[in-house]
């Protein structure tokens, strides 16, 4: 069962280039999140996802777009990259259908560099 | 969304007991108290959680207040695989999004 998977692990960019950070989810989980962490800091919220078709923004959306056209799959995109994107994402998945307080599953991050 | 706090860092000798504090004196009679884990260069991972009774898994245990505005989070044995930053963190049972809100944590070193 390989849980939350995200690609690539590291990836450094220029400023202004876009990428997708990739993410799937072999668990059925029909929530999904982004979080992105600075050195130092706990995970902030970017964009979340309540079902295939349906996403909302997070704590810090601006400069990222999200899609959710499979359960599976919850790809984020950065447009216009900037150095301020330097950070490490997370996605992260969930269960509602278990009944409450189901704990969120995360992968192992995409560390990010914008030089 | 309530929030917590922990201390910044607590120090451990491998095999010993730990116990670390979180303070959520806002916490509203619905909201479950939960803790993860994150380990150097890892996603979070989750730990246990908790509404109003002590409970017990295999990874630890939490212990909460009789007026629910601290809980304590206990590792009975710890090992240098513990060694983490550990979360505080207070979600609804069914609230919404069932978002996390992350603050920094408890940077815990485990001394061999």
Not at chain 1, 65 to 93: G, H, I, K, M
Not at chain 2, 20 to 27: D, F, R, W
Not at chain 2, 59 to 82: C, F, G, Q, V, Y
Request: with cysteine.
């Amino acid at each position: 069962n390989a849980g939350v998977t995200q690609t690539p692990k590291f990836r450094i960019l220029k400023i202004g280039q876009s990428m997708t950070l990739q993410c799937t989810q072999d668990m059925n989980h029909n929530y999904m999140y982004w979080y992105r962490q600075d050195p130092g800091m706990g995970l902030k919220l970017i964009y979340y996802s309540v079902g295939a078709g349906i996403t909302d923004k997070g704590e810090v959306p601006n400069g990222y777009n999200v899609s959710r056209s499979t359960t599976e799959d919850f790809p984020l995109r950065l447009e216009l990259a900037a150095p301020s994107q330097t950070s490490v994402y997370f996605c992260a998945s969930i269960s509602r259908r278990g009944g409450s307080n189901q704990p969120q599953h995360f992968g192992d991050g995409t560390r990010l560099s914008i030089l | 969304d309530a929030k917590t706090t922990q201390p910044n860092s607590m120090e451990s000798n491998e095999e010993e007991p730990v116990h670390l504090p979180c303070n959520h004196s806002t916490i509203s009679g619905t909201d479950y108290i939960h803790w993860y884990r994150q380990l150097p260069s890892q996603g979070p991972e989750y730990v246990i959680h908790g509404l109003t009774s002590n409970v017990n898994n295999r990874m630890a245990s939490l212990a909460i207040a009789e007026d629910r505005k601290s809980s304590t989070l206990i590792l009975h044995r710890a090992t240098l695989r513990d060694a983490a930053v550990y979360y505080c963190i207070l979600r609804l049972p069914q609230g919404g999004s069932e978002k996390l809100v992350f603050g920094k944590g408890t940077k815990l070193t485990v001394n061999p």
